[in-house]
C-alpha cells in the first residue's frame, strides 16, 4: 500500500516524516503531532496514507530478511516508533500475528489504526508510548524494529548524547536475552552504530541498501543493521 517517496538523502528519514526538504540538525521546533496531523487530515480526505520511511524497499528488505531467517510468525515484535503504521500492516499481510506498535505521537496511533482499520488488519497492538520513559510499562520482545526513530533521537539538540544512552538503555530492557534488533539509519554510519550499541548487544549482520557512486566512491544512503542481545 502507499506510495514510494524519493531517493533518500543523509536528511531522509526526516524529510519522509514531515515534507521539509531543507532539514538540518537545528531544526527540531516542529510538533510531531502537527505533522502527523496533516496526514490524517489527508488520509481522512483522500486516502492517502502518507509517506514511508526509506520507501517500500526498506520494509521488502527487513521481511525478506526475517523469512530467510524463518523466524517464527509468532514471535513477538516491536515497531519503535511506527508513525503511520503501514510497515506493521505488511508484516500482518506476511503472516506474521504478534504485532506492536508504539509511538509518542497520539496523531500518529491515531492514524496507523485508521489505516490498519481500512487494510482489514485488526490485529495488531498499537499505543501511545514515549520509548525513552516508559519501557517498564513494556513487555519483551523477541524482536525490536526501529526505521529512523533513532534518527530523529539522534538529531534532538535537547541532550542528544543522554537521549541515545536512554534509548540503548530502553533497548536492552524491552528486548529478550538473544533478541534481535533490526535498524535502518541514515544518519550515522556502521562502524558508529556498532560503536553506539556495543554496550549490551553484538551486531550479526549488514543488510544490503541502495548504493550512490560521487567522486568516484560508493557509498550507502542508508545503514541496515542486526543487532543481538548478550545474554
Known sequence: IGRTPPAPLWSAALWHRTGVAHWHRQSYNFSWDHAYERELQSFYNSGDIGEIWFGEGSMDRIITWLEMQNIPKDVALLDIGTGNGVFLIELAKSGFTNLTGIDNS??????????????????????????????????????????????????????????????????????????????????????????????????????????????????????????????
Open 106 to 231: 497520539s496523531t500518529a496511533v491515531e492514524l496507523a489504526k485508521a489505516i490498519a482499520e481500512k487494510e482489514e488488519v485488526m490485529s495488531l497492538k498499537l499505543q501511545v508510548a514515549d520509548f525513552l520513559h516508559s519501557f517498564p510499562n513494556l513487555s519483551q520482545y523477541d524482536i525490536c524494529i526501529d526505521k529512523g526513530t533513532f534518527d530523529a533521537i539522534s538529531l534532538n539538540p535537547d541532550q542528544p548524547a543522554e537521549k541515545r544512552s536512554l534509548y540503548r538503555q530502553a533497548l536492552h530492557s524491552v528486548l529478550k536475552d538473544g533478541g534481535l534488533f533490526l535498524i535502518t539509519c541514515c544518519n550515522w554510519t556502521k562502524e558508529e552504530l556498532v560503536s553506539h550499541f556495543s554496550e549490551g548487544f553484538e551486531m550479526l549482520q549488514e543488510l544490503p541498501t541502495p548504493k550512490f557512486q560521487f567522486g568516484g566512491k560508493v557509498g550507502s544512503t542508508v545503514t541496515a543493521l542486526v543487532f543481538k542481545r548478550k545474554e
